[in-house]
């Protein structure tokens, strides 16, 4: 089973250890997140999300055995494109908080796209130079993996 929302991820976690084979969307993603040197840019619109996908991104780094810095991008702005189905200016918004962020820091080290719907801003980011990670692709192929050990 997939949870494919940030949110509610504690509880998914939580079922996971008890039933097995649940895959938290944002799992696979805070893994090859924390894989990196540098700082960890995490994009997110979506405030509720930020606490739990802080929380997954510093377990990842516990997991990794480092200490990982990582700094938030709130795309707030976006919000609105997302509401009226633009997703093309969707992801022109998540894109230019990002590299306006992604500017000032020199010891960049990957952008994540902490929402599934912030995908579509991933192809608009390839020219920082740095992995670009959103969670849909990841949490399929694990959640692919899961079924087929079951």
């Not at 805070?30 to 802080?54: E, F, K, N, Q």
């Not at 020219?127 to 692919?144: C, K, N, Q, W």
Request: charged content about 15%; hydrophobic content about 55%.
């Amino acid at each position: 089973m997939l949870c494919s929302c940030s949110t509610p991820g504690p509880i998914a976690e939580a079922a996971r250890v008890r039933h097995g084979n649940i895959v938290r969307i944002d799992h696979p993603l805070m893994r090859a997140a924390a894989s990196h040197v540098g700082v960890v840019l995490v994009a997110l619109w979506l405030d509720s999300t930020l606490a739990p996908t802080i929380a997954l991104l510093q377990l990842a780094f516990a997991h990794a055995d480092k200490v990982g810095e990582h700094e938030v991008v709130l795309c707030r702005a976006a919000w609105p494109h997302f509401e009226r189905g633009d997703i093309a200016a969707f992801a022109a918004a998540i894109a230019a908080e990002v590299k306006t962020v992604a500017a000032r820091k020199p010891r960049l080290g990957c952008v994540v796209l902490a929402q599934a719907s912030m995908a579509a801003a991933e192809f608009l980011l390839q020219d920082l130079g740095v992995p670009i990670y959103s969670s849909p692709r990841l949490a399929v192929a694990e959640t692919l993996r899961a079924a087929q050990g079951a």
